[in-house]
Nanobody, 116 residues
Framework: QVHVVESGGGLVQPGGSLRLSCAASGFIFSRYAMRWYRQAPGKERELVAGIGTISKITNYADFVKGRFTISRDNAKNTVYLQMNSLKPEDTGVYLC?????????WGQGTQVTVSS
């Protein structure tokens, strides 16, 4: 059975940091590219960052470049999103997705709230 579970969200002040984790099971994790998306209330879901499989090539949305870092540990079937210098506009539900061809496995998301 496939499971994708995000964790690590919470309430943080502007300028603070959080580290999100996405733990996967039930499929061959190392074959899948991994991405983080976010969705704020009233807004469309947007891509935050992605990471390849063995090569671990990364890509970032312009609005997080220099602040967020995506990484993966294939031995632990986990992908991470280190978020620094957080801004109120980073508030939203952060979702993890595993992608391999036509196969997509989404998690339920973790809430990140940046507020003083």
């Amino acid at each position: 059975q496939v499971h994708v579970v995000e964790s690590g969200g919470g309430l943080v002040q502007p300028g603070g940091s959080l580290r999100l984790s996405c733990a996967a099971s039930g499929f061959i994790f190392s074959r899948y590219a991994m991405r983080w998306y976010r969705q704020a209330p009233g807004k469309e879901r947007e891509l935050v960052a992605g990471i390849g499989t063995i090569s671990k090539i990364t890509n970032y949305a312009d609005f997080v470049k220099g602040r967020f870092t995506i990484s993966r540990d294939n031995a632990k079937n986990t992908v991470y999103l280190q978020m620094n210098s957080l801004k109120p506009e980073d508030t939203g539900v952060y979702l993890c997705v595993a992608i391999w061809g036509d196969f997509n496995h989404w998690g339920q998301g973790t809430q990140v709230t940046v507020s003083s």
